[in-house]
Every structure is written in structure tokens, then in C-alpha cells.
């Protein structure tokens, strides 16, 4: 069974602090790995896609991929109140389907 | 990434009744999927929808319950038929990214459904 484990929420962070997300996968196989943010109400919008071992930078998020550790992270770097949010990992096999974790939420608090 | 259109938005329908979703893309695109999210809870994939071929359909899932068509490149349908309570969720079709890029994959903006 092909499984996504993200870290236990919810997580809440201070204006201007780092969050930082996690999430394991249980097949080495693996060759894609994303992140969507989803705020309540809405549909999981793409943020992060990562391929390789190592940090991958946009902006204020960085996704770090090890994938001898099958192990995948997102940080969010000066958090703003607009980052409170599910944030969904995703697992692509190999065959173009997406596995979805549990998602974290996010609280940035003012 | 493709602009992403979903039918209705939301609908509130009756136990035994049947509700067809519609997706509209605004690129062609080979691969739709159709996901179910539940009430507080993660994404699942209902099956692949692939234009000239019949759909994939996950563990849990089958095609008398979810019909889908895909009659072409950039629209697909997902029917929930004989529908009970346990059906209530948000049901998001997700493209393919058009540019080819990789596996990334892009949602269109959901149909909530309740059944009573």
C-alpha cells in the first residue's frame, strides 16, 4: 500500500516566523512530489513541484526533497496571514496519478 | 497552467437521484482525473479519464456508481448516480499540465454536492 503520511496539525506560527511542513512516502519509486495549498472553501492550487534530491526556492517557499530518507518538506519563510491554509502533499508513482496526504493546516497569527 | 471550468458549482439533490458534473478546459489536455474530497479530509482519486478510451477507475470505485465520459480533448463528465448521504462531498476534476512540463497536475474549482 502506497501511503503518504504529512505531520499532525494544526500548526501555528507567529507573523513573520518560518513554518515548516513535512511528509513521508512509503515507496522509493517515487518520482514527483508536490504541494498545494487549499484555503477553506476552495480547490488545492499547485504551489511547489520538486523532482530532485535537494531545496527547490520560490519566493518564500522552499521544498526539500531527500528521497534516501523518502522524505519531503515545505518552508514558508516570513509567514503571512494570508498563508493560513491547508497545505496538501502529493505523491506522483510513476504512472501520472497523485496520492494525497492528510494535509497540515497552517495558522499565521497576527 | 490550463484554466479549469467545473458545472454546477454546487447542488443540493435527493437520495436515489443522479447528479452529472461537468469539467471544461480551456487547452487540450490527454489525462483528466476525478477526485472526491469528503468533509474534512484529504483528496481521493475516483478514477483517469483519458479521450477515446474508458476510464481507470481506483480501489473503491466502479463505473455503475461514477460514469464518466470523455468525449474529447478538453471536457469530461463524472455522474454520481443513485445518490445517498454518504455521496455528500466535494467532487474537483484536475488536468494534466498542457505544457508538458512534467505530472503536475492543476484543479478546477469543485462542485459541492449535499444529498439529503
Known amino acids: 500500500q502506497k501511503e503518504v503520511e504529512q505531520n499532525s496539525g494544526p500548526l501555528s506560527v507567529p507573523e513573520g516566523a518560518i513554518a515548516s511542513l513535512n511528509c513521508t512516502y512509503s515507496d522509493r519509486v517515487s518520482q514527483s512530489f508536490f504541494w498545494y495549498r487549499q484555503y477553506s472553501g476552495k480547490s488545492p492550487e499547485l504551489i511547489m513541484s520538486?523532482?530532485?534530491?535537494g531545496d527547490k526556492e520560490d519566493g518564500r517557499f522552499t521544498a526539500q526533497l531527500n528521497k534516501a530518507s523518502q522524505y519531503v518538506s515545505l518552508l514558508i519563510r516570513d509567514s503571512q496571514p494570508s498563508d493560513s491554509a491547508t497545505y496538501l502533499c502529493?505523491?506522483?508513482?510513476?504512472?501520472?496519478?497523485?496520492?494525497f496526504g492528510a494535509g497540515t493546516t497552517v495558522t499565521v497569527r497576527a | 497552467s490550463a484554466v479549469i471550468s467545473q458545472k454546477p458549482s454546487r447542488d443540493i439533490c435527493q437520495r436515489g437521484t443522479s447528479l452529472t458534473i461537468q469539467c471544461q478546459v480551456d487547452s487540450q489536455v490527454t489525462m483528466m482525473f476525478w477526485y472526491r474530497q469528503q468533509p474534512g479530509q484529504s483528496l481521493t482519486l475516483i478514477a483517469t479519464a483519458n479521450q477515446g478510451s474508458e476510464a481507470t477507475y481506483e480501489s473503491g470505485f466502479v463505473i455503475d456508481k461514477f460514469p464518466i465520459s470523455r468525449p474529447n480533448l478538453t471536457f469530461s463528465t463524472l455522474t454520481v448516480s443513485n445518490m445517498s448521504p454518504e455521496d455528500s462531498s466535494i467532487y474537483l476534476c484536475s488536468v494534466e499540465d498542457p505544457g508538458g512540463r512534467g505530472t503536475e497536475q492543476y484543479f478546477g474549482p469543485g462542485t459541492r454536492l449535499t444529498v439529503t
Open positions: 520538486i523532482y530532485s534530491n
Open positions: 502529493a505523491v506522483n508513482w510513476g504512472d501520472y496519478k497523485l496520492s
